[in-house]
């Protein structure tokens, strides 16, 4: 049991509620490192269509560089959540594809994309008067 689920149920014993606390190691902070990361998301994204060759990755991502690019494909992959397919042809054909767990994340993730489409202007107005 990590310890953020420790105090919230000493907290929850004594009729309290404990603010969450996102220590390292924590499970929360995990998840929220694993996917919270613009790059990331749109790399889900854009893989949630279907097979991507890695050009056609770096042309869907408009302003990631192609080091970021393949840093975050990498992690993708050792975290399990999309393949890296190599084709034995010169040049070399490689295609990303999510796994089963990277389509269930792109699905955990999809009341987000519906909840920013519904008030991504609610927040522009919010960010417009703040800077007046």
């Known amino acids: ?5 420790s ?3 000493v907290a929850k014993a004594a009729g309290a509620v404990a603010p969450l606390q996102l220590e390292q ?3 929360t902070r995990r998840v929220f490192d694993l996917v919270a990361d613009k790059w990331m998301l ?3 994204c854009v893989l949630s269509e279907g097979t991507a060759r890695y050009s056609a990755l770096q042309r869907a991502i408009v302003g990631i560089t192609p080091k970021v690019l393949t840093q ?5 992959e050792s975290n399990g959540l999309l393949t890296r397919t190599v084709y034995p042809v010169v040049p070399p ?3 990303y594809e999510l796994t089963d767990l990277g389509r269930s994340l792109r699905q ?3 009341p987000l994309l519906v909840w ?10 919010a960010q417009s008067a703040r800077k007046r």
């Open 108 to 110: 955990a993730l999809q």
């Open 42 to 44: 749109s790399i889900l």
């Open 72 to 76: 975050h494909l990498r992690s993708l």
């Open 25 to 27: 190691g924590c499970t």
């Open 7 to 9: 105090r919230q149920q």
């Open 93 to 95: 054909h490689v295609e």
């Open 1 to 5: 049991m990590d310890s953020v689920t």
């Open 116 to 125: 920013g489409e519904s008030h991504l202007d609610e927040v522009e107005q």
